[in-house]
């Protein structure tokens, strides 16, 4: 048998037991800490209670945004809704009967620290829990924007920038060759590692980039982009190629072209060249002066100028014939099938070596006025050479300074 003091710590320590009991109330757990939620879209925070008693639980959300006073979201008896809600909160909230909330058409500014409080009037304490709610923005594919896509062997803080256009709380990353990038001594990250900066540059560096952007809801990749690196030997070589092709191009047109030098023989001294028109394969020019008739200025090939034919010499009487002097070409072998229309059966003009043309008038004909039209072909050749130097000139010190512009831009 039992004495009396045992007896009284027997009682005493069920009573102890079933104030524990009591003390328990309702117990709130959750399967989740984070819900991570996007804009637009729904989040459920989920919870669970445990309870001695069967009546309806009061719920009570609220949500404390960095230091700031908790704001109470919605409170409950069971699944009904008592008292008014906020604005922003208003047509958005659903309450559970296991105490857990529904929230719509995420926005950015549901982003905090929520808390729920359940309690049961048959019950001494209430169950708390807390759940972290987080709003993001999905990020957009990301995009790299460099200087150029090549760079010269041992330049100088080449620049590689990672950007996006949505997207909230992005981390960036960096990929070379598929691997992924880290700070060393040469290839350097920015604190927040949207750009890549390259130190110096060597024949190494030359392969494939791609950064990486995500956010606590999605993760975007960029498309990948080449990075070539030229040997600054191996540049000076295509520039000096492109040099030498572009002179000696030009050279060989200036050698070719060579300024017509065949003489141009006047009929008539008076005839003034208002209008001139050389035809491209035909050996004539024809002009005309007002209130005149048409003129024909012959231009003969150079066979014909060199060797013009010899007239027959008058004799006396009681000499011998020399022989038959050497007759000039038909006409039909100079004009046959050259001369359009009322320009075809025209003879031109037969002479002996340094003699001067004959005049319309019959007397020997002069030299033309300050010299200015019988060399008017040489001069018109000479100013074509001349334009079609100069711009052959100004196409190649246009690719001169384009090629320095380029490498000037890469170093």
């Avoid at 945004?65 to 008592?82: A, C, M, Y």
């Avoid at 190629?241 to 141009?264: D, E, M, N, R």
């Avoid at 711009?391 to 831009?409: D, N």
Wanted: hydrophobic content about 35%; proline content about 7%; overall charge neutral.
């Amino acid at each position: 048998l039992f004495s009396r003091e045992e007896t009284h710590c027997n009682n005493h320590a069920l009573c102890v037991i079933a104030l524990a009991t009591l003390a328990l109330g309702v117990n709130v757990t959750s399967q989740t800490q984070v819900v991570r939620g996007t804009v637009g879209r729904e989040a459920l925070l989920s919870v669970s209670y445990s309870s001695s008693s069967a009546d309806k639980p009061v719920i009570k959300w609220q949500v404390k945004k960095d230091k700031v006073k908790p704001v109470t979201v919605v409170q409950s008896i069971g699944t009904e809704i008592i008292g008014n809600l906020r604005p922003e909160f208003r047509h958005r909230i659903q309450v559970f009967e296991n105490g857990s909330l529904l929230l719509h058409n995420l926005q950015l500014s549901d982003e905090g620290t929520y808390e729920v409080e359940i309690s049961i009037t048959d019950d001494t304490f209430t169950g708390e829990h807390y759940i972290e709610l987080t709003v993001d923005v999905p990020v957009s594919k990301p995009y790299i924007q460099m200087m150029a896509s090549s760079v010269l062997e041992y330049s100088e803080h080449f620049h590689l920038h990672c950007s996006h256009d949505n997207g909230t709380k992005p981390t960036y990353s960096w990929l070379k060759g598929g691997k992924v990038l880290t700070n060393d001594s040469r290839l350097l990250l920015s604190h927040d590692q949207k750009v890549l900066t390259i130190s110096r540059v060597l024949m190494s560096d030359d392969d494939v980039y791609a950064c990486t952007v995500e956010n606590p809801i999605s993760s975007m990749k960029s498309i990948p982009v080449r990075l070539t690196v030229y040997r600054r030997s191996s540049l000076y070589i295509i520039l000096s190629t492109g040099g030498i092709f572009l002179l000696i191009t030009l050279v060989t047109v200036c050698a070719c072209w060579k300024p017509s030098k065949q003489k141009i023989y006047i009929l008539n001294e008076k005839t003034e060249l208002n209008t001139i028109i050389t035809f491209m394969f035909f050996p004539f020019i024809i002009s005309g002066d007002s209130g005149a008739s048409r003129r024909i200025l012959w231009q003969p090939s150079a066979d014909l100028v060199h060797a013009p034919p010899v007239p027959p010499q008058p004799v006396s009487a009681g000499t011998a014939s020399p022989s038959a002097p050497p007759r000039s070409p038909p006409a039909s072998r100079l004009l046959s099938g050259s001369l359009p229309g009322e320009l075809s059966g025209i003879v031109p003009p037969q002479f002996q070596p340094g003699e001067e043309g004959p005049s319309s008038s019959g007397h020997p004909s002069q030299p033309p006025a300050r010299g200015g039209r019988v060399h008017g072909a040489q001069r018109s050749d000479s100013r074509l050479l001349t334009a079609l130097t100069a711009v052959w000139k100004i196409v190649f010190t246009l690719g001169y300074v384009k090629c320095m512009f380029s490498l000037g831009s890469t170093l």
